[in-house]
């Protein structure tokens, strides 16, 4: 009997026991759903991994909140009603993947095979900015540096240039250390709304991190960390000479320039801003909405290396979509073509000897066009055709290797003249070693040979940060590099001067400029292709299986008649609307013109199929599904035109 009542008991207070965990489960935790609730729904939300370290959490311990909320109240735009959760647009950013970067990957092994005693040097340079979270956890832990043989099996550095990487930052150091120099604050976050605006006691209970306001995170100099970096030069023999190279000048090109004194910040582009209201937290919907909201874009210029994460996710373990990437794929093509750069095709002057063109080329971003890491160019394809359609005169066309032809061993110098069609106007960074040669080994950077990269607006040789954004050059003796017609500095621009030789040709001409972008050029890949190791091999066999296309930013085209009489046929066309929503655009004519639509162009110049009809006196035509900027190919009697149109 008395085991009976003893089991009866037992029995009893476990039922007692197990409604009262139940109960304290589903109990509220710092708003309506228990921890059971909230378990089942970040459990169902994220492939992300979810690891703590000493000092810092991975993304997905992020994503829980600040993911896709389920049930559709958190993170939505109320202007179109779209998911804007910041975990979803980061995860597919070349950000969010800094440390899988098969290029980035590649590079760094080879830099390890020239320069193997300075393995550790070389690692803890890179990493602390490809993969900080590991770099810094080792760091402030008081361990041994993080090294590339760690890299593989870090879940934190595989969660690269993650959440609080920068939302963990310091606000006394931001803005004033470079080359991977990073600090942290411990268990606090900073976001860009003031205190009294948002619920700390959410993300303290669940993380044990105290958000609040940092000025730093909606400023530019949460980036300059990482996008200033200055390396050590070390001799042929792996010595340290005591030089220095800077390898990249993000942040400084945008001090040296117009936005950073009228206050527009990297975010401004990078991380587009829209109004609110949009709660922050996935199911708590009764927290205040915030605005202004940040899109965690994060968008670019390298098109190419995002195909190729995303055709090779799975090997690479990156936990995206497809969908999400083709997302930021499509944003970075349209950072790139929409918001980097104009160019502007003139006739100067006729005469069945030469024709005289200028090309003008406006950087509209907030620093070098291109900026960044070294082997990222820009290259003008000049083309001249006559009535018949023939080629008069090419310049800047590429190979069947994507390579630029007449582009010189080792490097095309830059020209303010271009009279032959083996001359090719060039924007980039080209590095020497200690003895005046070209080299693309990082470590053996000396000096630059070469950098004439478009300058931003106001940029000028006097500005405090010119020792690290130098001219390179014969762009210092271009009298129309960055300079305006009253040859003051700070234009932006640079103007080439195409001299075409007629032989005698008086017919009508088609003139067409075409700006092109390349993240990893064959001339750059050479050198490191010319080694045999897993990680450059694996790479190679990615870039080999990619289109590896240059992607096209900006073009102009000019038509004149015969004996050098200027017809702007262009601007007697009109394209309305532009940009258009539902795909439909009207092509007319101001006045009688023999109209034809010969093609449509994507905004890398590749063919997409063509739906016109007749529409008045003139054509409409259909876009593709897909927002961007196409390209128009029109005849207009009988001369072809290129009319740029945008699909928002």
Known sequence: MRARKFLLLSSLLAVILLFAGWTEANRPVRGPHGRIELALYRATTDSLPVVQS??????????????????????????????????????STLMANSA????????LEHELLINPDHADAISNKCLSCHAPLAVYEEALSGRQSFTHAMLD????????????????????????????????????????FSDDQINPNIMEFFVGITPGFGDHIVNSKVCAGCHT?????????????GDRFVEQATYHEWKNSV??????????????????????AAEYAFLNGQTPFGLHHLAGANVHMLEILKANREALGIPATEAQFDSTIARTRAMLTQRALDVDVDLIDRTADTAYFDVRLENRAGHRFPSGYPSRRAFVEFVVRDVDGDTVFASGRIDGTYEVIGHDTPYEPHYDVIKQPD???????VMGDVNGDFTTVLERAKDPLKDNRLVPLGFTTLHPSYDTTLIAGSALIDPDFNRTLDNEEGSGTDVVHYHIPMNGTTGTLYATARV??????????????????????????????????????TADSLGIGPLGVAEPIAQRIVVLPNPTTDGWVQIQAVSYERLEILALYDARGRAVPLVNERYRSGWRIRLPVAAGIYYVHLSVNGSPVLKRVMRQ
């Open 516 to 553: 092109f972008y390349q993240s990893m050029p064959p001339a750059w890949n050479a050198e490191m292709f010319s080694n045999h190791a897993a990680r450059i091999d694996t790479f190679r066999t990615m870039l080999d299986a990619s289109d590896g296309t240059p992607t096209l930013v």
């Open 229 to 241: 970096l200055i390396t050590e030069t070390l001799d042929l023999e792996g010595n340290l000479t």
């Open 259 to 280: 936005y950073s004194a009228t206050g527009t910040q990297c975010n401004t582009c990078h991380m587009p801003r829209i109004d609110g209201p949009v709660i922050l």
């Open 423 to 429: 001359q090719v106007q060039i924007y980039e960074l």
């Open 54 to 91: 000493g000092y810092f959490w991975t993304s997905g311990r992020c994503s829980g909140c600040h993911g896709r909320d389920l049930l559709g109240q958190a993170s939505i735009d109320p202007a179109t009603g779209n998911d804007v959760n910041v975990v979803n647009d980061w995860r």
């Open 153 to 192: 099996t870090s879940v934190l550095a595989s969660d690269g240039v993650s959440c609080l990487a920068c939302h963990m930052q310091s606000t006394m150091n931001t803005g004033s250390t470079f080359s991977g120099e990073l600090h942290f604050d411990s268990a606090r976050v900073y976001g860009p």
């Open 100 to 107: 899988r970067d098969p290029f980035f990957r590649a590079k």
